[in-house]
């Protein structure tokens, strides 16, 4: 269901920036990505420099989905001067590198995993899920995700898999064992099994260029319903800065 595009403030959220409630479920809401120029003027002051945008983001919402990890290891420094300028309860979600999910995908990778997992572990309370996103060729092999997730020491991570075969019982089960769940995301191709949503926690990627407030509120209602202990909850981004209006709304909801 699509309608006439929502109109909501950005102003900042109450002290402390806190995860939102719903009922049981604590809430951490943002976009995949934050340093973007094209938001100027949109979401972000027409005059903000680069190096004040994070500063102005972390004030209106208490999450945000890293994507640059994907293409590169990340740097410590770097991840020490975010975690500086944000609130204590906000919360970074990293996307892994894809050395390790595309390139060597998943096979011999001890290495670059512990790497990453040392690195990130600088932003301590800060850090988020780590988001695992795999290439539709990623075909199913359990034996290597079993591998794999033993090699995470307890770190909370969400699964992307874009190859139908992994979505099935085992695959589950495994992740649930481990404290990790699948990744739900919404696309228009397809639905999400009934399974997923039986994990412990959540972690949602909304994909649509835009919803609704009567979307919004589905989304909202479902993941209430659910028996997580919280739900990250991601809105992509597009160069109208939908994405904010839509994680704003999506916010302040009740």
Not at 25 to 46: D, H, I, N
Not at 156 to 175: K, M, P, S, V, Y
């Given at each position: 269901?699509?309608g006439a595009e929502p109109h909501v403030s950005f102003g900042c959220v109450e002290s ?239």
């Open positions: 269901m699509r402390g920036n806190g995860g939102h409630y719903t009922q049981r479920v604590r809430l951490y809401v943002g976009t995949s990505g934050f340093a973007y120029k094209e938001w100027k003027g949109k979401f972000y002051p027409e005059k903000i420099s680069p190096r004040e945008m994070l500063h102005f983001y972390s004030a209106r919402f208490n999450a945000v989905e890293i994507n640059s990890t994907f293409y590169r290891m990340p740097n410590r420094v770097l991840l020490e001067g975010w975690a500086a300028q944000v609130p204590e309860d906000f919360v970074f979600a990293l996307k892994a590198p894809r050395t390790i999910t595309h390139d060597k995908r998943l096979t011999d990778v001890e290495r670059e995993t512990e790497q990453f997992l040392t690195i990130t572990s600088v932003l301590g309370r800060k850090l988020g899920p780590v988001l695992f996103q795999f290439p539709a060729t990623f075909r199913y092999e359990f034996s290597r995700l079993e591998e794999f997730v033993g090699l995470l020491s307890g770190r909370r991570a969400a699964f992307e898999f874009r190859h139908g075969a992994w979505l099935n019982r085992e695959t589950f089960d495994l992740l649930r064992s481990r404290g990790c769940v699948f990744c739900i995301t919404d696309r228009e191709q397809g639905t999400t099994p009934d399974m997923i949503w039986k994990a412990g926690w959540g972690y949602l990627r909304l994909r649509q260029t835009y919803y609704c407030d009567l979307d919004l509120s589905a989304w909202r209602s479902k993941i209430a319903s659910q028996e997580w202990e919280s739900a990250y909850v991601f809105f992509k981004h597009e160069p109208e800065a939908l994405g904010p209006k839509m994680s704003a709304s999506f916010r302040q909801m009740r």
